[in-house]
């Protein structure tokens, strides 16, 4: 078993930060890529930024420079640092990561967390 538990989501005021935090844990063997995605209501779940296991990062055009994505492997946890947030930031922010566990170490799968809301009020 593994999961993925975020925190860190709640409601803030344009210009304002967040911090989103996402551990996993389980019987993990090890952990690929891990990457944040976000929701709003009535539109698709779209990728925020993902890094990988050695740290390279990649970012949605729209959080560009606003947004930080960072990993610690021995805690097994991803942040997402969110700067200058704006009302178009609000959504569900969901943890997602591409593990490998002690029952089948050859398979990657990919695990999602239950989501964090984030709102911006203008």
């Known amino acids: 078993q593994v999961h993925l538990v975020e925190s860190g989501g709640g409601l803030v005021q344009a210009g304002e930060s967040l911090r989103l935090s996402c551990a996993a844990s389980?019987?993990?063997?090890?952990?690929?890529?891990m990457g944040w995605y976000r929701q709003a209501p009535g539109e698709q779940r779209e990728m925020v930024a993902t890094?990988?296991?050695?740290?390279?990062?990649n970012y949605a055009d729209s959080v560009k420079g606003r947004f930080t994505i960072s990993r610690d492997n021995a805690k097994k946890t991803v942040y997402l640092q969110m700067n200058s947030l704006k009302p178009e930031d609000t959504a569900v922010y969901y943890c997602?990561?591409?593990?490998?566990?002690?029952?089948?170490?050859?398979?990657?799968?990919?695990?999602w967390g239950p989501g964090t809301q984030v709102t911006v009020s203008s």
């Open positions: 997602n990561a591409g593990i490998r566990t002690y029952g089948n170490s050859r398979l990657v799968m990919n695990y």
């Open positions: 389980g019987s993990i063997f090890s952990i690929n890529g």
């Open positions: 890094i990988t296991s050695i740290g390279s990062e």
